[in-house]
């Protein structure tokens, strides 16, 4: 969810916060490379406070020129040390400006923005996925469920190691690919894919996925071997899957998971030009509860959304003037559509989005 951009200072500082966000400015703790990422360390007491996983910042590059904020996934919240951890992409020149901050910097921030993740009943088995910086916020959201007595499995992947976020999250089996956590790691194993192989299994997180998953018949895994209670924290089982990353991997994960019985909720990556949905770049189709489509926006009624209720053959479709697999087009059926439907393209530019979720987004 990198990039939202929110200009100059001056435009964050007459920024004003929607229900549950604050604008603060926001004082750079630390700021060290992750990988291929910075990870920014806040001091912003009020974000904190408020912050859950799932939710995101939208942070002004400091420059008069760049009129846009960037949107960055909430990588952690720490209300009792006043933190808020945010990490950053360079994908551009407004992202690499935020990411080129060091300690004693300022950051005008709005936080927490967005709709966070809703936690699952307590105690059933949840596979957590993340593809690059995608994975950012998930071991926040693990220990969140392992608080809540959740076997927690999570699944990060990448083009090559480079680019791996949440491989080395401390875990309670520890092994190949996790650090021994002890019991209070938030999550009890971590699996780890590479397309190029470079860490991890050879592939995608969705290779690594069906595994983890009960069976439609609720047998844990393809073989049908093991019972989710057999199974809970030692693969296979899960009846719930959370992932953030790129929408091509979010489409993936929900059709594995769902091909499982497993229920799905995706922490969108859309083009958020304001954050706080004003500008309506980041409209995508969801189904409502009455049946009927809707182009809502991912910045307020997301990022997250549960998998079922997207309308991914709307999502991503080809459409003039936008990159392929970006945004989404008006579903003829949608309440509102034009008799002759025609494609929503976001405004042109090339980093003002990454999800980091909010992505983008998150």
Known sequence: MDGVEAGAEVVDDEAVAPPGAVAERAVVRSAEP??????????APRSAAAARPGQFAACSTGDSGMLLRRSFSISSADAEAGELVLVVAAAGPGTARIAGLRAGDVLPVL???????????????????????????LAWLGAALRARGSAVDLVVGAGDARRLL???????????DGVPGGADAPVDRVHVATEDGSA???????????????????????DGSAGPEESAGHGGGARHVLACGPMAMLRAVHEVAS????????????????????CMTCVLPVVGD????????????????????????????????????????????????????????????????????????P
């Not at 992750?34 to 001091?43: E, I």
């Not at 307020?300 to 997207?310: D, M, Q, W």
């Open 111 to 137: 936080a927490p923005l967005g709709r966070p993740f809703a936690l699952p009943p307590a105690g059933e088995g949840v596979v957590l996925v993340g593809g690059g910086y995608g994975a950012a916020p």
């Open 166 to 176: 949440g491989h080395d999250t401390p875990s309670t089996a520890g092994g190949a």
């Open 200 to 222: 991890g299994a050879r592939g995608r997180v969705t290779d690594l996925l069906p595994d983890l998953l009960a069976g439609p018949d609720g047998s844990a895994g393809p």
């Open 290 to 361: 009455d049946g009927r489509t809707r182009m809502v926006r991912a910045c307020t009624e997301g990022p997250v959304f549960a998998g079922e209720r997207l309308r991914w053959d709307a999502i991503g479709a080809p459409a003039p003037q936008r990159p392929a697999g970006v945004g989404a087009r008006v579903p003829e059926d949608a309440v509102g559509a034009p008799a002759s439907s025609s494609p929503l393209a976001p405004p042109a530019g090339g980093d003002a989005v990454q999800p980091g979720v909010v992505g983008g987004r």
């Open 34 to 43: 992750v990988g291929a990422y910075t990870r920014l360390v806040l001091a």
């Open 259 to 278: 091909a499982a019985g497993a229920t799905t909720q995706l922490a969108t990556e859309e083009s958020m030009a304001c954050g706080i949905g004003v």
